[in-house]
């Protein structure tokens, strides 16, 4: 339990985690990567090289500090967290290793004259109570994973059943378990944790399910990415029969139940989760309207499906907006999304449910134009790799 000079401790770091909280989770990876091994397959190093990780992890220490006497503010931010560790299997044990990078860190950063022994002490005490409360959260998701219908804990072997190539720069991973026995559902949205051996190191993805579920298999797909080591290998070597480790589904972009008209708005493979989302939106015969942006038609994915789709559920209204397209492309639009196509191709009346996933360029846009529109902030709903206050940039 923390006292209330350790709080006040932590408070008062508040200033200088706004505006060197960057510099001290970077110097936090480095010690970590570089001196525990055994943590290096639980993080990406092309987010580490963008500096998205690191970004990501300063604005959560912020926030921790920022609510540290109200920490029920922080649930949307927990929950993101714990279904990250959750799909990357973060256990017990990984977070004393974390604790004391962190507070050599503090100390290495930020100075002795600063990060003195009492802020390290309060600085101690608050780790340990979120990594408790992390800790209690994430086990709860793995006992109801674990007891699910068809779930199961830690890593399951899964063999490639099918590999289709979806367009110029995506193919699909249909993924059934070795053992035979039934897979447990997921909410459309959710993503599956993936661990791969490449050149004698473990390594681990997350990839969205990018179709409904259905008792026996999942399906990932992939963008070739030509700096992605892990999406090289999967687009090259790995081929029908090949086998690989999967961890239950996790995440909490999901689509939440509701009446309203929906608006799936995607860009290049953000088109993965929309898909599942799709599905279940059109068995319950809700109205949509689905809107993907892609370069040009050869690495436009599932168009033809979306297209039967439409063709099938008339509450399906469906448009194509391509920026580079070729001469044989055939889309609603050329160019950018801009606000005034949204608004021609969302519902007349805005109190609708949109979600939208895509690179982060094209988010920040897609965030502004539905607060210009009128969309109620509380139902537009997407994924993101960062702190959100990087889409109003």
């Known amino acids: 339990m923390l006292s209330n000079e350790q709080r006040a401790l932590i408070k008062a770091t508040v200033p200088l985690l706004e505006t060197g909280?960057?510099?001290?989770?970077?110097?936090f990876y480095q010690l970590m990567l570089g001196e525990y091994p055994e943590v290096r397959p639980l993080f990406n190093q092309a987010h580490q090289a963008s500096g998205d990780q690191q970004r990501a992890l300063a604005n959560g220490v912020l926030m921790y500090a920022r609510h540290i006497d109200e920490l029920e503010q922080l649930g949307p931010l927990v929950a993101k967290i714990v279904n990250k560790h959750v799909s990357l299997q973060i256990l017990p044990?990984?977070?004393?290793i974390v604790g004391a990078c962190l507070l050599r860190a503090i100390r290495e950063v930020l100075g002795e004259e600063i990060a003195t022994d009492e802020v390290l002490d309060a600085w101690g005490a608050a780790y340990q109570q979120l990594a408790s409360l992390l800790i209690g959260a994430e086990e709860s998701v793995y006992a109801e994973s674990e007891a699910a219908p068809g779930g199961w804990r830690g890593a399951r072997r899964f063999r490639i059943a099918r590999?289709?190539?979806?367009?110029?720069e995506?193919?699909?991973?249909?993924?059934?378990?070795?053992?035979?026995?039934a897979l447990m559902d997921f909410h459309p949205g959710q993503y599956i944790g993936l661990r791969l051996e490449l050149d004698g190191e473990e390594v681990r993805r997350n990839y969205s399910l990018s179709d409904a579920p259905n008792g026996r298999e999942y399906r990932i797909s992939v963008k070739r990415e030509e700096e992605g080591r892990v999406s090289v290998h999967l687009h090259d070597e790995m081929q029908e029969g090949d086998e690989l480790e999967l961890f239950p589904p996790a995440g909490d972009f999901v689509l939440r139940d509701s009446d309203k008209p929906l608006a799936l708005i995607t860009a290049g493979v953000g088109i993965t989760p929309a898909l599942a989302m799709l599905k279940k939106a059109l068995g319950h015969g809700r109205a949509v309207h689905f809107i993907h942006c892609a370069r040009h038609g050869g690495v436009h994915a599932f168009r033809e499906w979306i297209e039967e789709q439409a063709g099938a559920h008339p509450q399906l209204l469906h448009f194509f907006c391509y920026s580079e397209p070729r001469e044989q492309d055939d889309s609603h639009a050329e160019g950018f999304l801009s606000r005034?196509?949204?608004a021609e191709w969302l519902p007349a009346q805005r109190d609708l449910d949109a979600y939208f996933l895509g690179p982060k360029p094209f988010m920040a846009q897609v965030k502004r134009h539905l607060r210009e529109l009128?969309?109620?902030?509380?139902?537009?709903?997407?994924?993101?790799?960062?702190?959100?206050?990087?889409?109003?940039?």
């Open 93 to 96: 044990e990984h977070y004393p």
């Open 340 to 342: 005034q196509l949204l």
């Open 170 to 181: 995506i193919t699909s991973f249909y993924l059934q378990p070795v053992d035979g026995g």
């Open 21 to 27: 909280g960057e510099a001290l989770t970077r110097h």
């Open 374 to 393: 009128g969309v109620p902030e509380r139902q537009c709903h997407y994924e993101f790799f960062g702190p959100a206050s990087a889409l109003e940039a």
């Open 163 to 168: 590999k289709v190539k979806e367009s110029d």
